[in-house]
């Protein structure tokens, strides 16, 4: 029987159930997740899964656990960064160089649905945790391997991070001013993109598997995640046959015009006028005359001299006392526009106030911690309630209790040991 937190389940109402079909709870209760991940990319994905009901069973390893328990910002020992990623989860501590911890692994590996790892190559190999051995032993598992590289090619064993994925995907190598060096973005999009890409094939598998009764494994990479966004590099370049390459651009777009954060008085706004739009935003500057001014009046002038565009843009725009000023109008005559905003300022602007963009959520160690909001919005979807990042090995005997039906006597022997640990924070 699944063994579901009544802090994952959320209240029942009081009182008699009115008639009629009984109130839909979070769409993956009932599903159990065995989570052998750690820092971002497979937390993600088991977080989601989290948030919308999964028991998710998260496995770490002795003495430290997850090396997220450490990264800012930490205060008395509970590290902000792995609540965020780690809320709604129970978690267990083993020591992971013992043969008898490997073994509790796989019997919970028949227990569940889903595994996901984020290991490196051979971890689990060496351990018979790998997907080829547990899959011989349930095979309606469902197994997800996230990786920088992925699990084949002749980059499969290479140690590998956001941004490493960054650089060999090719978007590394598109970001940053046109005479400058290669840049990262601001935030770690290999790692968001390939947790969010997991949870999706997940999604889908057990779509199969319900249909089939078959497991399967699924390869997801860092690179292959960020190497799908190219909607232009690619194609482009090859179809001209090297006419048109792709570079770093800056602020502007290297494809067409006007598209670009451009600067007012008050920071920079994003202006996008693509051919249908183009005559909108002259419009909206009271400049028609720019509609049939030769350097502008086609799309490849108005590339071939973005500079001056851009320049003309600007002049309008400090026009205005502030760039929402100047939203207004161009909201007026529908030409796509949005400020340019820090993590910050999402706090209190309308738009993310009234998306639930940033929440605050209560942490038992930390108090009240904001964290970002839950990004996947279904008509059916149900706030599975009140979650909690597990202190390390919070859950070991309730785990090793309900998952496996295991007495207090094997447990306290597991913890004497040494094969499972827990520590308060």
Not at 138 to 144: C, N, S, T, V
Not at 254 to 272: M, S
């Amino acid at each position: 029987m699944t063994h579901v937190d009544s802090t994952l389940a959320g209240p029942m109402p009081a009182g008699p159930m009115p008639p009629g079909p009984m109130p839909a709870g979070p769409m993956l209760a009932g599903v159990k997740v065995l989570d052998l991940t750690h820092f971002l990319a497979g937390p993600t994905t088991t977080r989601l899964m989290a948030e919308m009901g999964a028991d998710v069973i998260k496995v770490e390893l002795a003495p430290a656990g997850d090396p997220s328990r450490r990264l800012p910002w930490v205060i008395d020992g509970r590290s902000a960064y792995y609540v965020q990623q780690n809320r709604g989860k129970r978690g267990i501590c083993v020591d992971f160089q013992a043969p008898e911890s490997w073994d509790l692994v796989r019997r919970m590996a028949g227990e569940v649905d889903i595994v996901v790892e984020n290991f490196g190559t051979g971890v689990l190999e060496r351990r018979d945790l790998d997907y080829q051995a547990l899959s011989a032993l349930y095979p309606k598992l469902i197994m997800a391997s996230i990786s920088a590289f992925g699990r084949d090619g002749p980059w499969a064993a290479k140690t590998g991070f956001d941004q490493l994925a960054q650089a060999m995907s090719g978007l590394m190598s598109l970001t940053g001013d046109r005479d400058g060096p290669p840049v990262f973005t601001g935030a770690p999009i290999a790692d968001s993109a390939s947790g969010l890409q997991a949870f999706a094939q997940i999604g889908y598998a057990l779509w199969h598997r319900d249909r089939t009764g078959i497991g399967q494994w699924i390869d997801v990479s860092l690179v292959d995640s960020l190497f799908h966004m190219h909607a232009v590099s690619v194609q482009a370049e090859l179809t001209s046959d090297g006419g048109w390459v792709a570079r770093r651009n800056g602020r502007h777009s290297p494809v067409t015009a006007p598209i670009g954060a451009f600067e007012g008085n008050d920071g920079y706004l994003v202006i996008i006028a693509i051919e249908s739009q183009w005559p909108s935003l002259c419009q909206a500057m009271d400049m028609a005359e720019l509609e049939s001014d030769p350097r502008f009046a086609k799309a490849d002038d108005r590339m071939t001299h973005h500079v001056e565009l851009g320049q003309i843009i600007e002049t309008w725009l400090r026009g205005h006392r502030t760039n929402a000023e100047a939203a207004e109008i161009l909201d007026h005559h529908r030409v796509p526009n949005a400020p340019v905003i820090t993590p910050a300022d999402a706090r209190d602007h309308p738009f993310h106030r009234h998306r639930g963009s940033i929440r605050t959520v209560a942490d038992p160690l930390l108090g009240e911690v904001q964290i970002p909001g839950f990004p996947l919005r279904y008509t059916a979807h149900v706030d599975p309630g009140y979650l909690v990042a597990p202190t390390l090995g919070q859950h070991n005997h309730e785990v090793m209790t309900s998952l496996l039906n295991m007495d207090d006597a094997e447990i306290t022997h597991l913890h004497e040991q040494g094969i499972l640990q827990a520590k308060t924070i």
